[in-house]
């Protein structure tokens, strides 16, 4: 099995071998997770930190399920109300942490770039659980391994990446992984929504849903970013929802047994119709959130296999 990375901190470093591993181990915790006993050992003995420097719900409790399934003794910190309110540094921070010897930190952060700052300063394996607008690598994988599993195959699909992609480390991580994999990727959005000279990286660009959705076995909706705009990116909730949200209607022109996922927190009535979004014939949302613990467990496996293989090395 191979994997050589000492920290996961984006897909743009991965192999698409790698990928597929890191996948095929999931699906072992998958199952796992499946029984009445989930716990496995491998992480017995080892501390995991969860340092979120931005609100996270959903996330947060998947990493520290995760760990806490593998056997790891979890600390997780609310970053927002300790030290960064006192003026310290990420890196002081970080320090002080890694001078507590933890094996794994998993971190979020609001500015793109910061993650792999830290990775630099620290003796452990840190897990990007999102930074700024640059990449969210679990939440692709955990996408991953839910349309392989729902479509019996990850390579040769048209996926619809739809909404709010300037904003989202969510799409570009998809992106990158769904075109390792040798899928097409189409952008549906409204043209302040999507970044210029998007078309470079290789995807297909188009304002119109329906146009978007033609024919795609996958429609990936993606939250309105409202937390980074300051203002004047769509003329109304209503009127974003009239053109983009995603309803019967609009999934109607998508494949007949196309999915239809999103990473959560949801805006019903903004994105997504409410029903459309409950309907388990056509909604992968809740198997998201199970994929992401298992996808989870699968990297902090990998990660923690590494660390076992070169015990005594130290960062500079
Ligand atoms: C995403 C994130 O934080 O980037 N959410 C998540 O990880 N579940 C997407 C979002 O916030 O819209």
């Given amino acids: 099995m191979r994997?050589?990375?000492?920290?996961?901190?984006?897909?743009?470093?991965?192999?698409?071998d790698e990928i597929v591993t890191l996948l095929d181990l999931a699906d072992r915790y998958v199952a796992l997770g499946r029984q009445q006993e989930k716990h496995a050992s491998l992480l017995t003995g080892r501390t995991q930190i969860n340092m979120f420097f931005e609100t996270s719900t959903r996330t947060q409790a998947s990493f520290e399920l995760a760990g806490k399934?593998?056997?790891?003794?979890?600390?997780?910190?609310?970053?927002?109300?300790?030290?960064?309110?006192?003026?310290?540094?990420?890196?002081?921070?970080?320090?002080?942490?890694?001078?507590?010897?933890?094996d794994l930190l998993i971190v979020r952060h609001p500015h793109s770039g910061a993650v792999a700052l830290l990775a630099q300063k620290v003796n452990c394996a840190v897990i990007n659980a999102g930074d700024g607008r640059h990449e969210?690598?679990?939440?692709?994988?955990?996408?991953?391994?839910?349309?392989?599993?729902?479509?019996?195959?990850?390579?040769?699909?048209?996926?619809?990446?739809?909404?709010?992609?300037?904003?989202?480390?969510?799409?570009?991580?998809?992106?990158?992984?769904?075109?390792?994999?040798?899928?097409?990727?189409?952008?549906?959005?409204?043209?302040?929504?999507?970044p210029s000279g998007i078309e470079d990286f290789g995807v297909e660009v188009t304002h119109d849903m329906r146009e978007g959705l033609a024919d795609a076995d996958v429609v990936m909706m993606l939250r309105l970013q409202k937390e980074r705009m300051d203002g004047g990116f769509i003329p109304s909730e209503r009127e974003y929802y009239h053109r983009y949200g995603l309803d019967a209607e609009k999934l109607a022109h998508a494949k007949e047994d196309a999915?239809?996922?999103?990473?959560?927190?949801?805006?019903?009535?903004?994105?997504?119709?409410?029903?459309?979004?409950?309907?388990?014939?056509?909604?992968?949302?809740?198997?998201?959130?199970?994929?992401g613990v298992a996808v989870r467990m699968a990297a902090m496996d990998l990660l923690a296999r590494n660390l076992r293989a070169r015990p005594t090395e130290v960062m500079a």
């Avoid at 901190?9 to 192999?15: D, P, Q, V």
């Avoid at 009535?269 to 979004?277: P, S, W």
């Fill in 259 to 291: 999915i239809v996922m999103h990473p959560g927190p949801m805006n019903r009535g903004v994105e997504i119709d409410g029903t459309l979004a409950d309907d388990i014939n056509r909604s992968v949302i809740q198997e998201q959130v199970e994929m």
């Fill in 69 to 102: 399934r593998m056997g790891a003794d979890v600390m997780s910190m609310a970053m927002q109300a300790s030290s960064i309110k006192k003026g310290e540094t990420l890196i002081d921070t970080a320090l002080t942490l890694n001078a507590m010897h933890p």
């Fill in 3 to 16: 994997f050589d990375h000492r920290h996961l901190l984006g897909i743009e470093a991965l192999r698409p």
């Fill in 136 to 194: 969210h690598p679990t939440q692709a994988l955990l996408d991953a391994l839910t349309i392989r599993r729902r479509k019996g195959r990850l390579h040769r699909l048209t996926v619809a990446i739809c909404g709010d992609i300037a904003h989202s480390r969510v799409a570009r991580s998809n992106i990158l992984l769904l075109h390792k994999l040798e899928n097409r990727v189409r952008l549906v959005g409204p043209p302040t929504l999507l």
